[in-house]
Structures are given as C-alpha cells and as structure tokens.
Nanobody
C-alpha cells in the first residue's frame, strides 16, 4: 500500500519561509517522479513543482519559480519543497504526488498539509 505523508505546513508571515516534507512508503521511490500540487479555497488544484526520479530535472509553475525549490533524498524516500519569500497568494493545502517514472499521470497522493501566509 502506497502512502505519502506530508508535513511542515503552518502559519507564516509574508516574506517568510517554510519547508514541506513528504515521506513515501510502499512504492519504489527511486524509480518515481514526485511533485507538489496545491489547492486554495474555492480554486482548482494546481501544479507547483516536479522532480524526476534521480533529481536531475525539475519543473516549476511560473508563480513559484525563483522562490520555491523541490528536492529529494532517495535514501530517505522523501521529497521536499523549500518555500521562500512566501506571499498570501501561496495560502493553500499542499499535496505531495507520485508516479512511476514511466507513468503519464500521478496516481499516488498524500492527504495534504495546510500552508497559510498572513499579510
């Protein structure tokens, strides 16, 4: 059974930083692409960042480029999202997602962690 467990969310002032973690189990993590998505109240879930199985390639939504950094530690089966210069618009529930590197869609999702940025 695949489990993705996010942690690290919380309340932070605008301009501050948070680091989210996602611990994975039940999948071959080293062969999995991982990503972060977010969903703000009243909005659809949106892509935030993606990292390939070996960490060699990363992609970011334009809205977070230059402020957020996705990384992974395959020895710990964990993916991270370092979020700097946070803005109130970054307030959302952040979800970790995973898929086999050859799969086309993300089939595994965490339960989400709340990030709230106050102005």
């Amino acid at each position: 059974q695949v489990q993705l467990v996010e942690s690290g969310g919380g309340l932070v002032q605008a301009g501050g930083s948070l680091r989210l973690s996602c611990a994975a189990s039940g999948l071959t993590f080293s062969m999995s692409s991982m990503a972060w998505f977010r969903q703000a109240p009243g909005k659809e879930r949106e892509f935030v960042a993606h990292i390939t199985w070996n960490g060699g390639t990363t992609y970011y939504a334009d809205s977070v480029k230059g402020r957020f950094t996705i990384s992974r530690d395959n020895a710990k089966n964990t993916v991270y999202l370092q979020m700097n210069s946070l803005k109130p618009d970054d307030t959302a529930v952040y979800y970790c997602a995973g898929k086999h590197t050859l799969a086309t869609t993300y089939g595994y999702w965490g339960q989400g962690t709340q990030v709230t940025v106050s102005s």
